[in-house]
């Protein structure tokens, strides 16, 4: 029998799926859906806690990691809850550490898609507020000239409709709530965004899952790197399509064959 080409987590009679986009010897990649923490282990008051819910999986044998045979996944880098999109875990302890690396010393390329409230003056821009924590405003950060910590996020403008617009982001450093707060600080904040921005929910919305399969307008489309194992490029893209049309974009024409 095949192996499935998604993971589910769950209960088994209500179990949720999330599609794999890429697997090797050493990492395994998922499209993440909205809605799931990457919180400590331990942090037992949601259901939705990933890393829980994926190692409950494999402990409990769910045929999609019991026929790759693993042992052990463990998230490389972040992506916030309510962001959709590639989420790249190691099959190893040594693989995590080996491809946080990547992610520390910027040789992860990473790319974005977000739509935000506006039009932006410019059709690229790259911004370099440096980002810390908001003072009594816990998990919130903020532009902080003075202490914070050094960032940086290329943006580009893709299309607009004239009240909102489609932007591709491809943050160099990887701080927290990057892409969102730098948006923020240019006028725009990213369509949907409860913390930063108007808090205006959009997405498309799923009649047989009863919620919002895109509440917030930003998605992890693409990461590349030079595989430190193999020795070769590697580039692994999420589908763009569905995220589009909820927000009443047409999908990028398909390229002739």
């Excluded at 972040?78 to 910027?106: N, Q, Y």
């Excluded at 532009?143 to 607009?160: C, I, M, N, W, Y």
């Excluded at 108007?198 to 399969?213: F, I, L, Q």
Aim: aromatic share 10%; with cysteine; charged share 25%.
């Amino acid at each position: 029998m095949a192996k499935p080409n998604f993971i589910e987590l769950g209960d088994r009679k209500d179990a949720i799926r999330m599609p794999i986009l890429y697997e090797d010897r050493s990492v395994f990649a998922i499209d993440k859906a909205a809605g799931w923490m990457l919180v400590p282990f331990d942090w037992q008051r949601t259901r939705f806690n990933l890393q829980a819910a994926i190692t409950s999986a494999i402990r409990a044998g769910f045929f999609w990691s019991k026929s790759r045979n693993l042992k052990f996944l463990q998230n490389i880098h972040r992506l916030d809850a309510e962001t959709t999109g590639i989420l790249l875990f190691g099959k190893s302890p040594g693989a995590v550490r080996t491809f946080s690396e990547l992610f520390e010393t910027r040789r992860m390329h990473k790319r974005y898609l977000a739509v935000v409230q506006g039009v932006p003056k410019h059709e690229e821009w790259v911004c370099n507020a440096p980002l810390g924590s908001a003072p009594e405003k816990i998990g919130r950060v903020t532009v902080d000239p003075k202490s914070g910590k050094e960032a940086e996020t290329a943006f580009q403008v893709l299309r607009t409709n004239g009240r909102q617009t489609l932007v591709e982001a491809r943050p160099i450093t990887g701080r927290t709530h990057q892409i969102r707060v730098h948006l923020l600080h240019a006028g725009h904040p990213v369509v949907g965004d409860e913390l930063y921005g108007t808090g205006a929910r959009a997405g498309r919305w799923s009649k047989h899952r009863h919620e919002v399969e895109f509440p917030l307008a930003l998605r992890a489309v693409e990461l590349g790197y030079q595989d430190p194992f193999q020795r070769k490029p590697v580039r692994i893209q999420a589908a763009s399509s569905s995220f589009l049309k909820a927000f009443g974009f047409s999908p990028p024409p398909t390229p002739p064959a």
